[in-house]
């Protein structure tokens, strides 16, 4: 299940990467996170997988970019 749900992160993130929107892509204008509830089969909880994809539209330190507020 873990592989096909990665597959279709990866089919997005490609399909938005295509997409420009001024200088940017759609996915460097972004911010996509794929959590996984299983780290191995018998449901370890203390360490779950997370992948982040995208550049935030340029946000840095976990503070969206002021000009987005506007």
Same mark, same amino acid.
């Given at each position: 299940?873990?592989?096909?749900?990665?597959?279709?992160?990866?089919?997005?993130? $490609? $399909? *938005?990467?295509?997409?420009?929107?001024?200088?940017?892509?759609?996915?460097?204008?972004?911010?996509?996170?794929?959590?996984?509830?299983? *780290?191995?089969?018998?449901?370890?909880?203390?360490?779950?997988?997370?992948?982040?994809?995208?550049?935030?539209?340029?946000?840095?330190?976990?503070?969206?970019?002021?000009?987005?507020?506007?």
């Amino acid at each position: 299940m873990n592989q096909f749900f990665l597959e279709q992160v990866a089919y997005i993130a $490609k $399909k *938005m990467d295509a997409v420009q929107e001024g200088p940017r892509t759609l996915l460097d204008n972004s911010m996509m996170m794929y959590c996984s509830s299983m *780290m191995t089969g018998n449901h370890n909880a203390d360490q779950l997988p997370v992948i982040m994809l995208g550049g935030g539209g340029g946000a840095r330190e976990g503070r969206a970019d002021s000009r987005l507020h506007r």
